[in-house]
């Protein structure tokens, strides 16, 4: 959808994510609406699904990397936002996100969905016309998702889906409140088009509410924070989604 275009492609912040009950999420949410407002971007239900085809080695570097809490982390995925992709030429990001602590940058590039796995193999020829029609930015993300794809000969891991409800401050333009619902992964059948995940990865009734931002958290947002006894949650919905796969598949 045209809608697409207008998503950012290159992000650089910090985000400190929060587990918290869907009570709480919902004071949180009636408690800001006095300084921030929903995203635009969304049309039905206050929400939109992510769709997140995740990633990794035969060895599970990404997952190991976060397991042994590495500093500076890069996992490489497909995202799809199925709400925006109602027509015949629906697109999606292939997107890199780099983790330093509590930094993250994003990179991506906006294509067709049916071309997604076609143009991450630099070799294909519909990947290098891709590559000659493209931006300056784009080239450099294209050629670091090339560099990660090969060194590591990443294959389909996961995809992870959720609802996530997006709020904007009406004043500082770059902070960001999200919480996301129904967080969900499988570890089969990659078509981001089959739906959401079939395992939960946090329980029902939960949220993970995400703080974004770029250089500071506004006042009023830390003592909504504390009056609320939010306590950070370090969580990858990707690695934690595996490990649940992995310990079902045991059971």
């Known amino acids: 959808m045209k809608n697409y275009r207008k998503f950012q492609k290159y992000f650089n912040r910090f985000e400190i994510k929060y587990q ?95 071309n997604a796995l076609v143009i991450l193999d630099n070799n294909n020829p519909e990947a290098k016309t891709f590559y000659r029609n493209a931006s300056t930015q784009d080239k450099s993300t294209l050629e ?17 889906s959720y609802k996530r409800q997006p709020f904007l401050s009406k004043v500082e333009k770059t902070f960001r409140l999200t919480f996301d619902t129904n967080v969900m992964i499988r570890n ?17 009734g939960i949220s993970i509410m995400e703080v974004k931002f770029n250089n500071i958290i506004p006042n009023w947002a830390i003592k909504i924070i504390q009056s609320n006894n939010c306590v950070q949650y370090k969580i990858s919905k990707f690695a934690a989604g595996l490990e649940k796969t992995k310990v079902l598949a045991l059971i």
Not at 188 to 204: A, C, K, Q, T
Request: hydrophobic share 35%; proline share 3%; net charge positive.
């Open 144 to 160: 670091e998702i090339w560099f990660l794809y090969k060194k590591f000969n990443l294959k389909p891991a996961c995809v992870v």
């Open 188 to 204: 089969y059948n990659f078509d981001l088009h089959f739906g959401g995940g079939s395992e939960l990865i946090v329980p029902r």
């Open 20 to 114: 918290i009950s869907i009570k709480e999420r919902d004071k949180i949410i009636s408690t800001i609406s006095l300084f921030m407002k929903l995203d635009p971007y969304v049309q039905n239900n206050y929400s939109y699904e992510v769709r997140s085809l995740y990633f990794d080695s035969n060895f599970r570097h990404a997952l190991l990397e976060k397991k042994d809490g590495i500093g500076i982390r890069r996992k490489l995925r497909i995202r799809y936002y199925p709400d925006y992709s109602r027509d015949s030429q629906e697109f999606v990001f292939i997107e890199i996100k780099k983790k330093i602590n509590e930094n993250v940058a994003k990179s991506r590039v906006y294509v067709k969905l049916k």
